[in-house]
């Protein structure tokens, strides 16, 4: 057996089963053939016994043949469907890895940005105009950064749900 063989054809139990099998189908077939052979040889043919001997082993010999040569296509395409399948499973697995970096990569920068609003925030609120037209457009901006810094707690809850 070469590329084709089963992953547990190493075990001497398959081993066994495949010899015995092999040695079943060959005493079949022959004994198919040993028989028949008498009757088709003869001058005339002997159609009626080949027919009775075929009546009776014939459908043993089908199940033979058709066991040995549906078995290695069925074997190799059960094989290639489990790499398929292993494929398959290894590029999910890539492309979770890939979405939970993206993610985590993404959250990162918002927290960042956030910090970076927060202490801005901060250093506006420690700010004291002398005047009032300042301080109305400073409680505005400060409103703004607030306004932002609310969009990215809430984005950030929406990627964290994401990766999970």
């Keep these: 057996m070469s590329n084709g063989e089963t992953k547990g054809s190493s075990n001497p139990l398959t081993a066994f ?19 028949m052979w ?4 003869k001058s ?9 001997v075929f009546a009776i082993l014939g459908g043993w010999g089908g ?4 066991y040995y040569f549906g078995r290695l296509p069925s074997e190799k395409a059960a094989d290639k469907a489990s790499q398929a399948a292993d494929s398959a499973r290894k590029e999910k697995d ?17 927290d960042n940005t956030e910090k970076s609003l927060k202490a801005k925030r901060e250093k506006l609120k420690e700010l004291r105009p002398a005047e009032r037209v300042a301080a109305d457009t400073l409680e505005n901006v ?6 932002e810094i609310t969009e990215i707690s ?11």
């Excluded at 005339?44 to 009775?52: E, F, L, M, V, Y």
């Excluded at 890539?94 to 918002?110: F, H, R, T």
């Design 142 to 147: 400060i409103k703004e950064i607030d306004a």
């Design 63 to 66: 199940v033979v043949l058709g």
């Design 154 to 164: 809430t984005e950030k809850q929406k990627l964290q749900e994401m990766a999970k």
């Design 94 to 110: 890539k492309a979770e890895k890939d979405k939970i970096n993206v993610l985590a990569g993404s959250i990162n920068q918002l």
């Design 44 to 52: 005339p043919p002997d159609t009626g016994s080949a027919q009775g």
């Design 17 to 35: 089963k495949e010899v015995v099998t092999a040695g079943l189908g060959i005493v079949i077939i022959g004994a198919t053939l040993f028989l």
């Design 38 to 41: 008498p009757s088709l040889t």
